[in-house]
């Protein structure tokens, strides 16, 4: 009953079985399991040599987080022998999944060298400059450990830190300046800007609010 679930789960979200590998993940043309078959922004996700790190920046509401989760789940459905909704997935074997996502979970300290490690607004729940400073440390703690790492982040220090070290992939979520909207579409190698004065526009808040921070 279980495989029969999964296999009509599957065939009804358009869903294939991914490829378990050794090494590295390509996740083409997918989607979160909960976004709408008719809304949902596809993209592909690429996680190969020589990078074992990803750092997405970009606007608020603009993907960042549903693209760190979609990659996650992409890994635990693979492991749970459940299919991948993509067109193709290649998923490399994990033995331990941790993840950080809201500011009420915490993060194990031991590491083996097959873990998946989730991170979202790493560093963001403190003072700025110190917040940079830990979440730059964290990354290179996992980045010594050789675990695999999504991060999202606003921080402008952690974006240099990223297009630093060649393990990194940074990557952004895009944003239409002219509709003042995110697209939900998913770039590798660009470094994305937060546009929190466009979007504060969008969202109408007081011309005279507006006005003083610019």
């Avoid at 996740?27 to 690429?46: C, F, G, M, T, W």
């Avoid at 549903?66 to 998923?91: D, F, Q, R």
């Avoid at 830190?161 to 239409?176: I, P, R």
Wanted: proline letters at 3%; charged letters at 25%.
């Amino acid at each position: 009953d279980t495989l029969f679930a999964k296999a009509i789960w599957g065939r009804n979200e358009d869903a294939v079985v991914a490829n378990l590998q050794d090494d590295g993940l390509e996740l083409i043309q997918a989607r979160h399991p909960l976004l709408s078959k008719k809304e949902a922004v596809l993209n592909d996700y690429r996680l190969e040599n020589p990078y074992r790190s990803i750092l997405i920046s970009g606007p608020n509401t603009g993907g960042k987080s549903v693209s760190l989760k979609t990659i996650g789940l992409a890994v635990l459905l693979t492991h749970s022998a459940c299919p991948v909704i993509a067109e193709k997935a290649n998923v490399m074997f994990v033995d331990q999944v941790f993840v950080d996502i809201g500011d009420q979970q915490s993060i194990e300290k031991s590491l083996s060298s097959f873990s998946l490690v989730l991170l979202d607004e790493l560093g963001s729940q403190t003072d700025p400059l110190e917040g940079e400073s830990l979440a730059m440390a964290i990354l290179d703690n996992l980045r010594e450990k050789g675990a695999w790492v999504i991060a999202t982040t606003h921080f402008s220090r952690l974006k240099k830190y990223g297009s630093k070290h060649n393990d990194t992939l940074m990557a952004s979520v895009e944003f239409d300046l002219e509709s003042l909207k995110p697209t939900y579409r998913y770039k590798e190698h660009i470094i994305g800007e937060s546009n929190a004065l466009a979007i504060a526009k969008r969202l109408e808040l007081d011309d005279s609010i507006l006005d003083a921070a610019f």
